[in-house]
């Protein structure tokens, strides 16, 4: 059976977007924009001290003995400027508030247990408006830059509003307010909302990075990095001008943009990176490890996540390890490698409940995928084929080996995706040379495996996922009793044995089991 015979061609198109590629259609459903809401006001329990939450690894570090001592109140920058290269600073416990630090090369950061850097301006001075409260006085100026979700129209717009800690809603106009929203008035410099601010921390975004300079061999390690206003698309701290950046142990929250980015022989190490406007981390370069972090609740603005947003992207690289990570419930892809991506291993990583798909390549050549836990990702349900477990969308030369993904009901697996996408340079990328095998895969319902194309007759890619020399193989399915597995070859909707005589899973098996009745 045809696959456009049961979904309109119209639910797979891509669409156009900025530098960052070509991408498909908007993913940001009425389901994922219920995640947003979930993720923004579980901001609230989450946001705690490292020990108050035994599963979390704990922030802060060792100061050397020869390190500059900087507390409370004191200029980090004013110190880095007066110091040599590659000296080291402890940043004492307390709040830093609103500063900004431009490394020089060389130069390490080590944050005291309970040292916190926080972008947010405390405000005191408040107004009434009819039934509505105003802040006056609000200079701070933005990047308005990324495509929000339908449901999320003001997600660039946002400096981040606090009360409390837990982070409101922008929209777009003073009509619109009401509890746990606010409309900031650039020209007028005031701040309306609803929600009472007395006895309350009320904080607004108004530094633009935390850390950022184009010095090579920085270090960052044990601080709490929150409540800065960086534009989508760079992080708090800004690493990906320099080579070499390498961040541990540390704490990323309610950051506009993305938590962190790193380049060239970037690292991220340990760290904890949640409730982030747009996106938990990036990167972009040769020689990247993303290594041991918890990403979780990412772009709670509510930025579109087919244009970019959710827990982890990373674009135009070679060499990349993305390594025993716990990426879970953000509202977009878990890990995603997005065009040109070469020699990328994915390996012990346990991803989950992810609104998009689990483990994403895209446009992109050789990887493998390997030894991760999946779980229940595409949370918003998208249509069409998208946002399985692990997605390999106009890629080449895939391993997929050694993976156990359980698939939510309606979910799909493993995904070979191609639509004749264009190359910059020229050409189109190949969805082919694929390798699917060894993988345990159990369906909590009904659900897809396979590869699937939208390519039109005629088109160079019409046949790809059929005559590329793509493979399933040795694969076991898990499937409840009195459900058949589905399949998707090319154009075409199948059951494992049309899948089999397409000469794909010749050696898989399929295993029945009795679903609980609890």
């Known amino acids: 059976m045809p696959w456009e015979s049961v979904f309109p061609p119209a639910l797979c198109r891509q669409r156009p977007v900025d530098r960052r590629g070509m991408r498909r259609m908007p993913m940001l459903s009425t389901a994922a924009a219920a995640l947003v809401a979930l993720a923004a006001s579980s901001s609230q329990t989450l946001i705690q001290p490292a020990a108050a939450n035994p599963l979390a690894k704990a922030v802060g570090a060792a ?19 007066k110091a040599r290269p590659g000296a080291s600073f402890c940043i004492k416990a307390g709040i830093h508030r609103l ?67 837990k982070p409101l809603q922008q929209v777009a106009s003073k009509a619109e307010l009401a509890s746990n929203r606010f409309f900031f008035d650039h020209a007028a410099g005031r701040i309306h909302f609803v929600d009472d601010p007395t006895g ?27 409540k800065y206003y960086n534009p989508a698309q760079q992080g708090a701290v800004q690493g990906e001008e320099g080579k070499g950046w390498r961040v541990e142990r540390t704490e990323f929250r309610l950051n506009s943009g993305v938590g962190v980015a790193v380049g060239t022989n970037g690292a991220i190490v340990d760290c904890r990176i949640h409730h982030n406007g747009q996106l938990g981390a990036s990167a972009g370069g040769t020689n990247i ?20 947003a959710g827990g982890v992207k990373i674009a135009n690289s070679d060499r990349v390890t993305l390594r025993d990570n716990h990426v879970h419930h953000n509202v977009g892809p878990g890990l995603w490698c997005d065009i040109d991506c070469r ?60 993976n156990t993904m359980t698939v939510r009901p309606g979910g799909r697996s493993i995904m070979l995706i191609d639509q004749n996408r264009r190359r910059q340079a020229g050409g189109y990328y190949k969805t082919q040379r694929n390798n699917v095998h060894h993988n345990d895969i159990t369906f909590l319902g009904a659900g897809w495996t396979g590869g699937a194309s939208d390519a039109r007759p005629g088109a160079e890619n019409f046949s790809i996922i059929e005559k590329g020399g793509n493979r399933f193989d040795q694969n076991t399915y898990r499937v409840p009793d009195g459900v058949r597995p589905q399949f998707v ?14 000469g794909q899973e010749r050696n898989g098996t399929l295993l029945p089991y009795a679903k609980s009745s609890e």
Request: hydrophobic share 40%; aromatic share 10%.
């Open 200 to 226: 309350k921390l009320v904080e607004a975004a108004a530094a633009r990075f935390a850390f950022k300079s184009p010095a090579d061999n920085v270090l960052i390690k044990g601080l709490v990095i929150e």
């Open 343 to 402: 020699d990328v291993i994915y390996e012990g990583n346990t991803v989950e409940y992810n609104a998009g798909p689990g483990i994403f390549h895209e446009i992109s050549y050789a990887a493998v995928i390997r030894n991760n836990t999946l779980r229940e990702n595409g949370q918003a349900a998208p249509p069409w084929f998208w946002d399985s477990e692990i997605q390999v969308a106009a890629s080449q030369d895939v391993e997929v080996h050694g």
């Open 289 to 308: 490890l993303l290594e041991g972090n918890e990403i979780w609740a990412n772009n709670i603005y509510g930025f579109d996540s087919a244009w970019e």
């Open 99 to 165: 500063q900004f630090v431009a490394p020089k090369a060389g130069q390490k950061f080590f944050g005291e247990p309970g040292s916190v850097l926080n972008g947010a301006r405390v405000l005191t001075r408040f107004e009434r408006d009819g039934n509505a409260w105003v802040a006056p006085g609000q200079t701070q100026i933005g990047v308005k830059h990324g495509e929000c979700a339908k449901t999320h129209p003001a997600c660039s717009l946002s400096p981040g509003f606090f009360i409390d800690d």
């Open 489 to 502: 070859w090319g154009h075409t909707l199948m059951d494992l044995t049309g899948f089999r005589d397409q």
């Open 63 to 81: 100061c050397p003995p020869d390190a500059i001592a900087l507390s409370p109140g004191m200029s980090i920058q004013a110190a880095v400027e």
